[in-house]
């Protein structure tokens, strides 16, 4: 083996260190930057808050209870005036175009989340503690099944509400009513 194959062979191993076991979030947040392509910073800016409306509820992922990774999992039926805080994540190029909970597909560059308890879809202010920006997604997935995590938001979220670098931030989530703001 030659000096000039060390570079690549520190790159592959490097990344296989990255990718084994969970991503990183350096790893997350550079594929989706190599994913936005021509979605300037001013384009997620543009792209407005979801806006609450009464809808039928998804055929998919209200169901009575789920089980994930061994922990039970029993979705609301109302969620009316519910509040938490917690830690907010994102998810992003790894999910793109994959069907949501909801069965929609999923599509980074919307005002969208994922609850695991939330009835779908529901309307949600999510609130960065750490800079209070504020956001309204809608949410049609559930998740998110990391310990400690209440809501997994899309990168356009996620980058309106700065952190997509950092990777999670602590929130405080509001069930909006339908119809209102």
């Known amino acids: 083996m030659t000096s000039h194959h060390l570079p690549t062979i520190f ?12 991503e990183t979030l350096t790893h997350l947040a550079s594929l989706a930057t190599s994913q936005v392509g021509s979605t300037t910073p ?7 808050d979801a806006v609450p409306k009464r809808e039928p509820r998804c055929k998919y992922g209200n169901m009575a209870s789920y089980t994930v990774k061994g922990k039970r999992y029993r979705p609301m039926r109302s969620a009316t005036d519910f509040t ?16 949501t909970s909801c069965m929609e597909k999923y599509d980074m560059y919307q005002m969208s989340a994922a609850h695991k308890t939330l009835p779908l879809p529901s309307y949600v202010e999510v609130t960065n503690l750490e800079n209070n920006r504020k956001v309204v997604v809608r949410v049609n997935d559930r998740g998110p099944f990391h310990e400690g995590r209440i809501i997994d938001l899309s990168y356009t979220a996620a980058w309106k509400l700065d952190l997509i670098k950092k990777g999670t931030a602590q929130v405080s989530i509001r069930v909006l009513p339908t119809g209102s703001r």
């Open 11 to 22: 790159s592959v191993a490097l990344a296989t260190l990255l990718l084994s076991g969970c």
């Open 42 to 48: 001013s384009r997620l800016l543009a792209t407005p």
């Open 84 to 99: 938490e805080k917690g830690i907010a994540s994102w998810y992003g190029p790894n999910f793109q175009g994959k069907p």
